[in-house]
């Protein structure tokens, strides 16, 4: 039932030829602002896509061009690590405008990577601006793929040479190592809370944010358990920080995330949550990933009996989202609660692979609606029929119901909410999805 997961997509090419336009139209959102003015991305926006029963991460970067624009300089820095951390380019060129100096600029980096790349004739609405795609074979890119971004013609083209093209990877043989990553916002103390996890000094520590520059896995055992924590690179607030090992940082995160079952939202006692803190997890509830919240430097905190209770309090105001998400006070530099941590880790762990048997979760599905029938909506009144656990990691559980049309979300929210009390979902996401009944699933 799950999408099969392929990699990261970079969309790149000179300012203004429609590349936020493109972004939108294939991750089916408005996520990237669109505006007639060259340059108004400068920093990446990111969205997970799926197509054809496959889902990979599309990075919407800035334009490229050779006059000393505001930012240019960092803005050519970022795509050329965007370039260089995707698994493959979709380069955009303005079919109205014809070629320029900045295509030929843009079509250089690209093929100085070594990348795979899909090239994208944009713009072109009618027949008269077919025939100034042709000029663009000059770059030595080959046949181009003409698209319009703006009228979604040949964007479904452009979505099937972009699943075929990425790198499938090999299948990851099943073993029993919890793989979790630490992320947050730069000097939370990710890396010091690596080394107290791993009880030796791995990974550099510094009191400057910003010091981890790329993701580390460090496989390890505790007890008769083996471990793999990924830390990540501090990821600072989109639009604001331009130096490039900013950049470099966010996508190794995207990438430390994509590769971990459990996400460690790492959050700093003494300055609270910030903005910031609610960007950086979003990525790992897009991925049903599971997530820990860890309040780390609770030593620097003065305390009461009440101090804990009312920070968890603040914490689950602040993430009412993430109501699922086992809360841990630790503080790196003492060491304490860190057995704690572990503790939270495995049981997450176990949670995250939880599988339920069919006739007992029918059961529990029964008695919810006899308890709480479901309100008239849309028409009707929906009624589940039978109940079926597909996969776990997350666990994903079908619905087979008399009309998907008739469930309205509080009820929805209510079943989700009996199956948490029922089972041991602590940390974990739980995918619900409806079926008509006899549908195949």
Same mark, same amino acid.
């Given at each position: 039932? !799950? ?36 340059? *108004? ?14 889902? /990979?991460?599309? *990075? $919407?970067? #800035? ?7 505001? /930012? ?43 990348? =795979? ?38 964007? #479904? ?33 990710? &890396? &010091? ?23 580390? $896995?460090?496989?390890?055992?505790? #007890? ?24 470099? &940082? ?60 009312? +920070? ?16 841990? /006070? ?11 941590? +572990? ?29 709480? =029938? ?48 029922? +089972?041991?979902? !602590? #940390?974990? =996401?739980?995918? *619900? ?9």
């Amino acid at each position: 039932m !799950d999408n099969k997961r392929l990699g990261i997509v970079a969309i790149v090419g000179s300012p203004n030829v429609g590349k936020s336009t493109l972004f939108n139209r294939l991750c089916g959102e408005r996520k990237a602002i669109v505006d007639d003015e060259a340059g *108004i991305t400068r920093d990446r926006q990111y969205a997970l896509c799926n197509w054809l029963g496959y889902t /990979f991460t599309l *990075i $919407d970067t #800035g334009g490229v061009e050779l006059k000393n624009a505001p /930012f240019q300089k960092q803005i050519r820095a970022q795509v050329e690590l965007a370039i260089d951390e995707a698994d493959l380019i979709v380069f955009v060129v303005d079919g109205q405008v014809g070629l320029t100096n900045d295509d030929i600029l843009a079509a250089k980096m690209i093929r100085k990577s070594s990348k =795979p790349y899909i090239f994208c004739v944009n713009k072109i609405d009618e027949a008269l601006h077919l025939s100034l795609a042709h000029q663009f074979y000059s770059l030595g890119l080959g046949e181009p793929l003409v698209v319009s971004s703006s009228h979604g013609v040949g964007v #479904g083209e452009l979505l099937n040479k972009i699943v075929d093209t990425l790198p499938q990877g090999e299948e990851k043989e099943e073993d029993d190592t919890v793989t979790f990553c630490l992320i947050g916002r730069p000097n939370v103390g990710k &890396s &010091s809370l690596t080394n107290a996890i791993l009880k030796e000094d791995r990974v550099i520590v510094s009191d400057i944010a910003g010091t981890t520059r790329d993701s580390i $896995d460090t496989p390890f055992i505790k #007890g008769d358990k083996k471990y793999t924590v990924i830390d990540t690179a501090g990821l600072k607030k989109r639009g604001k920080i331009y130096e490039s090992i900013d950049k470099y &940082s966010a996508i190794r995160a995207l990438k430390a995330v994509q590769r971990s079952e459990i996400v460690l939202l790492v959050i700093d006692a003494n300055e609270g949550i910030k903005d910031q803190d609610k960007h950086v997890i979003e990525y790992a509830t897009d991925l049903k990933k599971a997530i820990i919240i860890v309040v780390n430097k609770w030593d620097l905190i003065e305390k009461d009996p009440h101090t804990m209770n009312e +920070f968890s309090s603040y914490v689950r105001n602040e993430y009412k989202f993430l109501s699922y998400a086992p809360l841990v /006070f630790v503080s790196a530099l003492t060491g304490a609660r860190i057995d704690t941590l +572990f503790k939270t880790i495995d049981m997450v762990h176990e949670a995250y692979h939880t599988r339920i048997k069919t006739s007992i979760l029918n059961e529990v599905m029964q008695d919810a609606q006899m308890m709480n =029938p479901s309100p008239h909506f849309n028409g009707g009144r929906i009624k589940i029929y039978y109940a079926s656990q597909v996969t776990s990691a997350p666990p994903t559980i079908v619905l087979f119901v008399n009309d998907v049309n008739y469930l309205h979300f509080s009820y929805l929210r209510y079943i989700e909410n009996r199956l948490r009390e029922t +089972f041991n979902f !602590d #940390g974990t =996401p739980i995918k *619900i999805l409806l079926r008509k009944r006899n549908e195949k699933l």
